[in-house]
């Protein structure tokens, strides 16, 4: 047994995550504005706002300083850091907008500037797990407010009139009596010497007097030159002198380069160099896989060059890695006694004494990320000098692990956050930016390595493949008085040491332990499971998986007891309340339970709105058929209901979508509803088409057609979101992920609606044509 | 030597005349504008328009297009101000952002051929095009508000 105990983030686990009270003399050097003053202790406090959350938690903490994140010129202009990384949620703009709400800045007349990564400066810079705007909109309110009153008292001091009858308005400091009034630009100067004020005595804006924050009338500050070609993603980056670079890497994890023959390549017009890659033995992190690469002076050439290599490889231990062969594994495995990791009450003996026990077993294989941009890096290596350009989800990570790579100090390497041509968790892994360093420190010139579409769907992290058997007894009124469910797949943490076999708390967390009916007898097990290839988070990580296998559960029992889908799942969930499941360190994505307890009243409350604006229980056509599910996932809710139309050939088309989400306060409306159409976009790929699959250790897929994705003629007609208001204080909580787990379950719910098939097994594929 | 004229300025090319046209923009040329996604014709981000048709650039060879006329993302409209553009700009299409030129240029061709797509049409002429984050729905309406008029 190898059990994962930090419960928070894997970046640097492989020691002991140190969270620190972060110096801040560090950060003098600030972004424009400059003093002597160093703020106390970066952690929130009750005084200042009504919840915490887990930001301190991360590694480096959270840094709240105006002269980090905001500059003032004397024009007028307001610069703001983004220190995350932006991948296509918006957080580039929304974070910023936070400050600008906060500080009374015009947002016209504010830039935003991409932070490079430096943890010990911005803080913790890790762009997953739907932390963002729950991590900052209290510590970016605090920014903006402290650039609002180092204005304010300046201009008090310029107009010699007490603090308080001064007030920071759109751009502008007046004065309440006289009404004179002074720019941000005419008072930058004079700001910048004021003392930056306490936490503990800032004064927040009443959100009654937002301007931005709720609204979501602004668009995305990218807007402009994403529509017309000039946003810089990674593969975009280009220096003088800059070589490229493609990469054969093993075709299976863990094996080894035997001997390559470079002739042929170098024949090819274009290609300068052929080289070996230093690999690393699986697994280790995010450490390059090793290789050959082929140097040339474009892309095209270095791709035809590496497919006249001839190499000859070392599969290793991996190479017997067969899928169809490893789901009898895990299904043998769900069917056995596991690990029990929350029990309450006694499910075995309830099973036996139950009038009618319902099992379903759920498969969802591997899946791969393919975001738009492949991965791609640049690096330009100086002697004992680095800098990076990379779409990485993970700056402050990436320049760990780069330091570390080329074994030279983590203050000698920058690197560049480019905008991210999607990311989706693969980002998260810099495994990409090594390779471009490992390669310039060879060749003594900035290279550009570009992964092929290829190469992505064949070296992925991949999403995990799993197994979950869920046994439910019911009662003779039908009631569930029992209630197993077991989870079975390798885990995360077995990218980072070998030989974990059991899910790490995060894994358990997300959608088996936290699981919220209101049941009297559960047991939730965790058997074993090896890996054999490099698995990693994708975005919504084991909720996908989970919230397939519980939500369709759901709907087995509906249809086994005769009732209503929404009734069924209504009556599960129970009473209103906090749900307390007896599990020892309950992962609640690192946040306080206190802050972001599971609360069935949301979760009751997004089903009932989805169901009254979705329409639920509507007549559909012959043909036709409707299902729902809910699931809390990055301590948001989100209730899903898909109608579906399946056709005499089994041809499925999806004619209306409706998602409620619940995600407490928020900053952009508008991006949360583009996040929820894109998740079922999402969702619908991974029910219909979803599939890695191996043989002889090696990826059988390659491109988009076979590793297929939804299409614009296939995606569904209509996708309707709406937003439960947030109560007064209540935490914001993520947006990213927790769109897609609710998807499949509904959709299969909704085929067995209309066509009285249950799909357990994904993808969809032709199970509906047979 | 082969020559093109790309966003209306002659360029020349004595290298490979295999190299796919996507390597040439991108990478001799520097139009970074046009993406690479799958280099077999599969995703539509590397779509440019050859005289008035959309083609893939990542399966065209910069020999198949000699003394052909090409316009790339950059080229659309000297302010970005294409009906096309504006219209993504309004219905604040992109998440990511990185197939979007794909797309653009993708509606822009059908829109060429094409003034008044219906749903169906629409649907069917971008189906070339993916979106991994999923912004279709803003697509179809952001070509259908470019074919009403911006």
């Given at each position: 047994m190898n059990f994962i105990d930090n419960p928070g983030k894997l970046r640097g686990f492989e020691k002991n995550i140190k969270v620190e009270k972060v110096?801040?003399?560090?950060?003098?050097?600030?972004?424009?504005?400059?003093?002597?003053f160093v703020l106390a202790a970066p952690v929130m406090t009750r005084q200042a706002f009504a919840y915490e959350t887990g930001a301190g938690k991360m590694p480096h903490g959270i840094v709240v300083d105006p002269r980090v994140f905001v500059a003032v010129a004397a024009d007028g202009t307001v610069t703001i850091l983004a220190h995350r990384s932006e991948m296509g949620t918006g957080v580039r703009t929304s974070l910023p907008l936070i400050v600008a709400e906060e500080m009374e800045a015009d947002w016209s007349k504010v830039k935003v500037q991409q932070a490079h990564g430096d943890e010990v400066k911005?803080?913790?810079?890790?762009?997953?797990?739907?932390r963002s705007t729950r991590h900052y909109l209290i510590p970016m309110r605090q920014i903006g407010a402290s650039a609002r009153t180092m204005l304010e008292q300046a201009a008090a001091k310029r107009w010699k009139?007490?603090?308080?009858e001064v007030k920071a308005v759109n751009h502008a400091v007046v004065h309440s009596g006289s009404g004179r009034k002074l720019g941000f630009g005419e008072l930058a100067a004079d700001a910048a010497k004021e003392s930056v004020p306490s936490i503990e005595g800032l004064k927040l804006k009443d959100?009654?007097?937002?301007?931005?924050?709720?609204?979501?009338q602004v668009s995305i500050v990218d807007l402009h030159d994403i529509t017309t070609g000039k946003a810089q993603y990674g593969a975009d980056v280009r220096l003088p002198g800059m070589k490229y670079a493609v990469i054969a890497r093993?075709?299976?994890?863990g094996g080894k380069l035997v001997k390559f023959e470079p002739e042929a390549a170098l024949k090819v017009p274009g290609v300068e160099k052929v080289m070996q890659v230093r690999g690393w033995p699986?697994?280790?992190?995010?450490q390059p896989l090793g290789g050959v690469a082929v140097i040339a002076r474009n892309t095209g050439a270095a791709i035809k060059g590496r497919d006249a290599l001839k190499l000859t490889w070392d599969?290793?231990?991996?190479?017997?890695?067969?899928s169809v062969a490893y789901r009898k594994e895990l299904q043998e495995a769900a069917r056995k006694p596991g690990l029990v990791v929350r029990q309450e009450g006694d499910a075995d003996a309830a099973l036996k004494t139950a009038d009618k026990v319902i099992v379903g077993e759920y498969y969802l294989p591997h899946l791969a990320h393919?975001?738009?941009?492949?991965p791609v890096a640049v690096a330009d290596v100086k002697g004992d000098k680095a800098e990076i350009w990379a779409p990485v989800q993970s700056p402050g990570g990436t320049r760990e692990d780069v330091a570390k790579t080329l074994g030279?100090?983590?203050?000698?390497v920058t690197v560049n956050v480019t905008l991210l041509?999607?990311?989706?968790?693969?980002?998260?892994?810099?495994d990409f930016a090594l390779e471009a360093a490992l390669l310039s420190k060879e060749l003594g010139a900035p290279v550009k390595v570009q992964w092929t579409r290829e190469d992505d769907v064949r070296h992925d992290f991949l999403h995990t493949v799993s197994v979950e058997r869920i046994e439910a007894g019911l009662d003779k009124s039908g009631k569930v008085i029992a209630w197993r469910h077991r989870s079975v797949a390798p885990t995360i943490a077995s990218t980072f040491a070998a030989g974990a076999n059991h899910a790490a708390p995060f894994e358990l967390g997300m959608g088996l332990v936290d699981?919220?009916?209101?049941?009297a007898n559960i047991s939730c097990e965790n058997p074993e499971a090896a890996a054999f290839t490099r698995i990693g988070w994708f975005r919504s990580v084991s909720n996908i998986p989970r919230a397939f296998a519980v939500q369709s559960m759901v709907g087995e029992i509906a249809a086994a007891t005769g009732r209503d889908q929404k009734e069924t799942l209504l009556a599960l969930i129970g009473s209103p309340r906090i749900v307390k499941p007896a599990?020892?360190?309950?992962?609640?994505?690192?946040?306080p339970y206190d802050s972001y307890p599971i609360d069935t009243a949301r979760l009751r409350k997004v089903v009932e709105l989805v169901a009254e604006k979705g329409e639920w229980g509507r007549q559909v056509a012959k043909g036709h058929g409707l299902g729902i599910a809910v699931h809390r996932s990055f301590v948001s809710y989100i209730a899903t209901i898909v109608e579906v139309a399946v056709d005499d050939k089994g041809k499925l088309t999806v004619p209306r979508v409706d998602t409620a989400i619940d995600c407490g306060t928020y900053v952009n409306p508008e991006r949360i509803a583009s996040q929820m159409e894109g998740a079922a976009i999402m969702g619908l790929s991974v029910a219909k088409y979803g599939e890695i699959s191996f043989k002889d250790g090696k990826v059988e897929q390659k491109n988009f057609d076979d590793f297929q994705v939804i299409r614009m003629d296939e995606s569904p007609t209509v996708t309707n979101v709406y937003i439960v208001p947030p109560g007064p204080d209540t935490p914001p909580s993520g947006v990213?992920?927790?769109?897609?787990?609710p998807f499949a379950p509904a959709l299969m719910n909704a085929i067995f609606a209309a066509t009285g098939k249950r799909i357990r097994n994904l993808p969809l594929g032709k199970q509906l044509e047979a | 030597m082969i020559k093109v004229k790309i966003n209306g300025q002659e360029q020349s090319w004595d290298g490979?005349?295999?190299?796919p046209l996507l390597w040439f923009l991108r990478?001799?040329?520097?139009?970074?504008g046009t993406k690479f996604g799958?280099?077999?014709?599969?995703?539509?981000?590397?779509t440019v328009i050859v005289d008035k048709e959309a083609v893939r650039?990542?399966?065209?060879?910069?020999n198949d297009v000699a003394g052909r006329e090409i316009t790339t993302i950059e080229g659309l409209h000297p302010n970005g101000d294409h009906p096309v553009q504006k219209a993504w700009r309004q219905v604040n299409?992109?998440?990511?952002?990185?197939?979007q030129a794909g797309q653009i240029m993708q509606a822009a061709a059908l829109l060429m051929e094409n003034p008044k797509p219906s749903h169906d049409q629409i649907r069917e002429a971008m189906a070339g095009n993916i979106c991994r984050c999923g912004c279709y729905q803003r697509i179809e309406n952001a070509v259908h508000l470019a074919s009403t008029g911006v």
């Open positions: 110096s801040r003399r560090s950060i003098l050097k600030g972004l424009g504005i400059t003093g002597g911005f803080g913790n810079q890790d762009t997953d797990g739907s009139v007490p603090a308080t959100p009654k007097d937002f301007r931005y924050l709720g609204k979501g093993p075709p299976v994890t699986w697994p280790s992190k995010f599969d290793g231990a991996n190479g017997k890695y067969d393919v975001s738009m941009e492949p030279i100090p983590e203050g000698n041509g999607g990311g989706f968790g693969r980002k998260s892994k810099c699981m919220p009916f209101e049941i599990v020892k360190d309950l992962w609640n994505y690192g946040e990213g992920e927790p769109g897609v787990p | 490979d005349p295999d190299l990478d001799e040329a520097g139009l970074t799958c280099g077999q014709a599969l995703c539509g981000a590397c650039s990542c399966i065209t060879s910069i299409v992109p998440q990511c952002g990185f197939c």
